[in-house]
C-alpha cells in the first residue's frame, strides 16, 4: 500500500523508523507494543482499545480512548480537519522506494554461497496467493519477514515465545487444517534439527508440505547476538547430516542445494510432488540479518568483537614488545 512504510522493530524498515523518530503525533491502535524503544521520544500520543485496561500499558499516552478501532477511526475521518501539507509523508514514501530497491538488489544476488534473501525470492515465485507458511525463530524470522512480500498468505510465527523449532510443527497443523492449501514450514537448520523427527509424521500420514532449511552449519542468530555485544562467537557451529538424504529415509523427497541455479528448479519440482519434501539450502553463514539502524552500541560491540578475535584468537601476529 502507497502509505504502509514497513514494519517497527529489529525487523523493521529504515523509513519507519525514521518516521518513528520525528513524528509528533502517534496513535495506537488495538495495541500495547511493548518494544517502546522504537517509538517517539518526544511525541503527543493517542491510544485506541477496546479493553481501558491496555492504555497506557507500556507507553506514556495523552489522549486514551475506549472503544471500537473501526467506529473510533471514522469519526477522526469525519471530524479531524485534512491536513494539506504532505511533505513528511511525501519523504518516507521516497525513502520506502529506495528501501525496497535495496532489497531487491540483495534478492538478486547470484553469489555462492547462496544468500538467504535469493532463497525468499524463490519462495515467492512459487507461493501460492493462499498459501501458508510457517516460520521458524532466528535469523530466517528476518528473511522471511523482509523478503517475502505478502498478499493473502497466512504466516505464522511463535512472535512472543521465540519457540525454536517451532516451524515444521506449525505447518504440519496448517495442512492437516486447511488440506487444499500449499503449506511451507520456513525454517534454520538449528530449528528444524530441533524438531526434524516429526517430519517422519508428515509422511506417515500423507501430508505433502514443502520444508524449507536454510543450511549455514549456524545457529546464527546467536552468533550474531554474541558478536554485537562485543563477545567472540562460542558455541553455535552445528554439525548437521544431509537433510535431503534424511528426507528420503524418511520416505519424503529430498533436495539439496547449493547453486543459485539449482534453487528454483527445487522449489518447482517440490511443489508438483503428493508426497512431503525437505529442500535442503546451503547459504551463506556471514550473511548478518542488519537492523533498518545500526546503533552506535551495535556498532562499538562488533569492533569489540572484531578486536578480540585479532588478539584472543590469534588471527594477527604481533611483533615481541
Known amino acids: 500500500h502507497p ?3 514497513g514494519g517497527l522493530g529489529l525487523i523493521g524498515t529504515k523509513p519507519s523508523y525514521e518516521a518513528m523518530k520525528h513524528a509528533d503525533t502517534l496513535i495506537m491502535v488495538g495495541t500495547s507494543y511493548p518494544f517502546t524503544g522504537f517509538l517517539p521520544e518526544k511525541a503527543k500520543t493517542i491510544h485506541i482499545d477496546t479493553d481501558p485496561a491496555q492504555i497506557g500499558k507500556r507507553y506514556v499516552t495523552d489522549i486514551g480512548l ?7 477511526l471514522k469519526w477522526f475521518i469525519e471530524n479531524v480537519e485534512k491536513h494539506e501539507d504532505h511533505s513528511f509523508l511525501e519523504h518516507h514514501q521516497e525513502m520506502m522506494k529506495k528501501w525496497e530497491e535495496k532489497l531487491h538488489n540483495q534478492e538478486d544476488d547470484t553469489s555462492t554461497p547462496i544468500k538467504p534473501q535469493r532463497v525468499m ?4 515465485q512459487v507461493a501460492h496467493d493462499d498459501a501458508i507458511l510457517s516460520v521458524d525463530v532466528g535469523n530466517v524470522t528476518v528473511w522471511t519477514a523482509r523478503h517475502f512480500r505478502m498478499t493473502n ?3 505464522i510465527i511463535s512472535s512472543w515465545l521465540a519457540t525454536l523449532g517451532c516451524g515444521l510443527p506449525g505447518a504440519l497443523a496448517g495442512k492437516i487444517a486447511f488440506p487444499d492449501k500449499q503449506v511451507f514450514a520456513v525454517c534454520g537448520d538449528g530449528g528444524f534439527g530441533m524438531t526434524m523427527n516429526d517430519f517422519v509424521t508428515a509422511v506417515k500420514y500423507k501430508l505433502p508440505i514443502v520444508v524449507v532449511v536454510l ?16 563477545n567472540i562467537e562460542f558455541g553455535t557451529d552445528l554439525t548437521n547430516p544431509d537433510f535431503a538424504k534424511y528426507a528420503e529415509a524418511c520416505g519424503g523427497i529430498g533436495y539439496r542445494v547449493e547453486n543459485v541455479d539449482e534453487l528454483l528448479p527445487a522449489f518447482e519440482n517440490a511443489v508438483k510432488q503428493n508426497r512431503p519434501c525437505i529442500i535442503d539450502i546451503v547459504v551463506d553463514a556471514n550473511e548478518a540479518p542488519m537492523p533498518a539502524k545500526i546503533t552506535f552500541g551495535q556498532a562499538a560491540g562488533y569492533t569489540k568483537h572484531m578486536i578480540k578475535e585479532l588478539f ?3 588471527k594477527i ?3 615481541p614488545l
Open 153 to 155: 498468505q497466512q504466516f
Open 3 to 5: 502509505l504502509c512504510i
Open 215 to 230: 543450511n549455514n552449519n549456524k545457529i546464527a542468530m546467536i552468533k550474531f547476538e554474541q558478536e554485537v555485544m562485543g
Open 66 to 72: 475506549a472503544g471500537d478501532a473501526d467506529k473510533t
Open 317 to 319: 601476529d604481533l611483533p
Open 121 to 124: 525470492h524463490a519462495l515467492q
Open 312 to 314: 584472543e584468537e590469534g
